[in-house]
């Protein structure tokens, strides 16, 4: 079977959906394949169970799972609602090596969120199955991915409520921008790399501007 290109696609057949007579917000679901390079994807075939495996059987975990077979994955992708349980604080005993007390990052899930994670990642076991995959399985987790997280300081126009203005300026620091994911409340039900991207020329723009009038 041809390896070929990476590549992802994701789907939003259920990106709102209705369960019981009501209609939900649900999200977007992103297949993948594994990466080309070959590298990680044998170095992954070293381990089993936590154990080192070597020999006929490490090359015919090769031969089975690299070459002979593609490794499909999927995520889903939806609301992280906000709850009075999910904050970032300030610690009373840490501090780092400066001096500087620690934050502390709590992490809790709403109920809703879950749900709908567990409504989509079924959706997505059906495709693969229709598709012909086998040794289907997956996990519904509360907690996010590193590479997208969320929150912290969000954006409003109450500094009492939130860490930003409507610009992405801090309310306490009159030259300070923050331009990631940290002011959005919620992620969304997509993957918002690019909602970080479009805010951030937004930002960068509002800051031109800025400084165009200092001159």
Same mark, same amino acid.
């Given at each position: 079977?041809?390896?070929?290109?990476?590549?992802?696609?994701?789907?939003?057949?259920?990106?709102?959906?209705?369960?019981?007579?009501?209609?939900?917000?649900?999200?977007? #679901?992103?297949?993948?394949?594994?990466?080309?390079?070959? #590298? =990680?994807?044998?170095?992954?075939?070293? %381990?089993?169970?936590?154990?080192?495996?070597?020999?006929?059987?490490?090359?015919?975990?090769?031969?089975?799972?690299?070459?002979?077979?593609?490794?499909?994955?999927?995520?889903?992708?939806?609301?992280?609602?906000?709850?009075?349980?999910?904050?970032?604080?300030?610690?009373?005993?840490?501090?780092?090596?400066?001096?500087? =007390?620690?934050?502390?990052?709590?992490?809790?899930?709403?109920?809703?969120?879950?749900?709908?994670?567990?409504?989509?990642?079924?959706?997505?076991?059906?495709?693969?199955?229709?598709?012909?995959?086998?040794?289907?399985? %997956?996990?519904?987790?509360?907690?996010? =991915?590193?590479?997208?997280?969320?929150?912290?300081?969000?954006?409003?126009?109450?500094?009492?409520?939130?860490?930003?203005?409507?610009?992405?300026?801090?309310?306490?620091?009159?030259?300070?921008?923050?331009?990631?994911?940290?002011?959005?409340?919620?992620?969304?039900?997509? =993957? %918002?790399?690019?909602?970080?991207?479009?805010?951030?020329?937004? #930002?960068?723009?509002?800051?031109?501007?800025?400084?165009?009038?200092?001159?």
């Amino acid at each position: 079977m041809s390896r070929g290109l990476f590549f992802n696609r994701h789907i939003q057949e259920w990106y709102e959906f209705e369960k019981d007579g009501k209609r939900y917000k649900g999200g977007t #679901i992103d297949f993948l394949f594994e990466h080309p390079n070959v #590298i =990680p994807n044998v170095a992954a075939q070293f %381990y089993e169970s936590g154990n080192l495996v070597f020999g006929d059987k490490l090359m015919k975990k090769i031969k089975d799972n690299v070459y002979a077979s593609r490794n499909l994955t999927f995520e889903v992708f939806n609301d992280w609602l906000p709850t009075n349980t999910t904050f970032v604080s300030v610690s009373d005993t840490h501090r780092d090596k400066y001096g500087v =007390p620690v934050g502390i990052i709590s992490l809790d899930a709403h109920k809703q969120d879950l749900e709908v994670g567990e409504f989509l990642s079924q959706k997505a076991v059906e495709i693969l199955k229709q598709m012909g995959a086998k040794d289907v399985s %997956y996990s519904v987790s509360s907690s996010p =991915p590193p590479n997208l997280a969320a929150g912290g300081a969000r954006f409003g126009d109450d500094p009492k409520t939130s860490v930003l203005d409507k610009n992405c300026k801090t309310h306490e620091v009159s030259n300070l921008y923050v331009s990631d994911a940290s002011f959005m409340p919620t992620g969304g039900s997509v =993957p %918002y790399t690019w909602s970080i991207y479009a805010n951030s020329f937004r #930002i960068a723009d509002i800051i031109k501007n800025r400084l165009s009038n200092l001159v």
